[in-house]
């Protein structure tokens, strides 16, 4: 998360860029940088904590038994491997607790406009 900012930043000024939709983001997994990149976007769209968790836990989902064969070789590449709710919740109450809260995070940290995002989502 940390290390990410100026990415995540960089995200956030293409979503308020106006004329940037429809707009696709992915990845392989949709876990790490793509997944907190997800959870961060309908954070600053209102969306209620317990559903941003809930569509992070969709990965969990959609990668069962993607990783078997390399977890059986390498059990200590479980955790990269994995999607945990404990994984979103850290990051999270890490942004609550050194950030004042997600709201805080998304103006201070990464310049989001909370009020065009929110705009944005209603058109």
Aim: net charge negative; with cysteine; hydrophobic share 35%.
């Amino acid at each position: 998360m940390r290390h990410c900012q100026p990415q995540y930043t960089e995200f956030f000024k293409i979503l308020q860029g106006g004329n940037n939709a429809p707009l696709l983001s992915h990845c392989s997994a949709g876990k790490d940088r793509a997944g907190f990149a997800a959870a961060l976007f309908l954070s600053s769209l209102g969306v209620d904590r317990e559903t941003v968790i809930g569509d992070y836990m969709l990965s969990a989902q959609y990668l069962k038994g993607k990783y078997d064969k390399e977890i059986q070789a390498h059990p200590e590449l479980e955790p990269l491997l994995t999607v945990k709710r404990e994984y979103i919740e850290a990051a999270l109450n890490t942004i609550d607790k050194e950030y004042g809260g997600m709201e805080n995070y998304l103006t201070n940290n990464l310049g989001v406009d909370l009020g065009k995002m929110r705009e944005l989502y209603a058109k």
